[in-house]
């Protein structure tokens, strides 16, 4: 999970798991849709797109399904917000021209592609749903703009009962509890652990991961919040989870270390290297030279006023010339 974008990175975790996709699918997408789509053709597709001037866009989540009954096939193209953004469909209107543009690319017919915008932010999303809102005109014009609609998912128009009834996938249901009441303080979201608690072990370790780097709980008060929603069992894990997340950094603060050794090493080599080429080039050139300038040398670690050096040496007629141009602080 990305630690910068920790909202976006779980969400992207959450519905390409295709259990809970197919249950957010049948559960929130308006009833006229949701009842058509063929669920054993559900399936994530790639996200990288590029457009015609070659610039790669990466949609949040891009699904691929059929329409019961028929062959044709749609993209349902998520949009994840975490604040109310008021341009999200000029963003959706990219997504969309970049499918259709690779369409074009591959020879296929244009699919129809279905945006849906998921959002929960701490207020509601009253923005417009509808692209031709955009533009405050009257009907006669509007009736020549550009439009689309949106399906729009707000954790804030549905209640905490109205998520739990709706999912069939208690890993959706909890994780959607998570996401809509993430921005509360941590008195208020306390009940919520009630039911991330009562998910599997895997699934807990995936929430949790996403509360704790989001809320920034300090371990001691995790464990008690855990104790107190679900018993003795669930601090272990949740031990377990914080024991490997420190292992990892370890592992990976040490990889960096060494990455860090290697490239100090490569340059005081490539410093060592430029000093001993200059000093050559001045025997070369000049013969013996003073004891105090091979020190001044020595004591260089500027691999570029080195190589200034070197080309002054080159080109001058004489030691004193090249100690003139030399400014050694």
């Known amino acids: 999970m990305n630690i910068k974008r920790p909202h976006d990175s779980f969400f992207k975790q959450l519905l390409r798991d295709p259990e809970a996709l197919k249950d957010f699918l049948k559960g929130f997408l308006p009833e006229s849709l949701s009842k058509r789509i063929d669920y054993d053709s559900v399936r994530v597709i790639d996200t990288e797109k590029t457009d015609r001037k070659y610039r790669k866009l990466y949609l949040d989540l891009s699904v691929e399904c059929r329409i019961s009954g028929e062959e044709s096939e749609i993209y349902i193209v998520f949009e994840h917000k ?7 469909l000029i963003q959706m209107l990219n997504y969309l021209s970049v499918v259709w543009e690779d369409n074009i690319k591959n020879k296929e017919p244009l699919k129809p592609v279905i945006p849906v915008v998921f959002y929960h932010g701490p207020r509601r999303f009253n923005l417009p749903t509808e692209f031709a809102d955009y533009f405050e005109v009257d009907e006669v014009i509007r009736d020549f703009l550009l439009n689309f609609k949106i399906v729009l998912f707000d954790t804030n128009r549905h209640t905490d009962e109205e998520i739990l009834k709706v999912c069939d996938n208690f890993y959706l249901a909890a994780s959607l509890l998570a996401m ?13 652990f009630r039911h991330i608690v009562q998910l599997d072990r895997d699934h807990f370790l995936t929430v949790l991961q996403y509360v704790i780097m989001t809320k920034d709980l300090q371990e001691e008060e995790l464990a008690k919040i855990i104790k107190r929603a679900g018993g003795d069992t669930m601090p272990s894990l949740a031990q377990k989870w914080i024991d490997q997340g420190m292992q990892k950094g370890m592992q990976k603060g040490m990889q960096k270390g060494m990455q860090k050794g290697m490239q100090k090493g490569m340059q005081k080599g490539m410093v060592r290297e430029a ?3 200059v000093l050559d080039a001045i025997e070369t050139r000049f013969g013996n030279y003073p004891v105090y300038f091979r020190e001044k040398i020595v004591q260089m670690t500027d691999r570029e006023k080195l190589k200034q050096i070197l080309r002054m040496v080159v080109r001058a007629e004489s030691l004193e010339e090249v100690e003139k141009e030399i400014t050694w602080n």
């Open 82 to 88: 975490s604040y109310p953004d008021r341009f999200t």
């Open 180 to 192: 809509k009441h993430i921005f509360e303080d941590i008195d208020s979201f306390k009940p919520i």
């Open 275 to 277: 000093r001993e080429m």
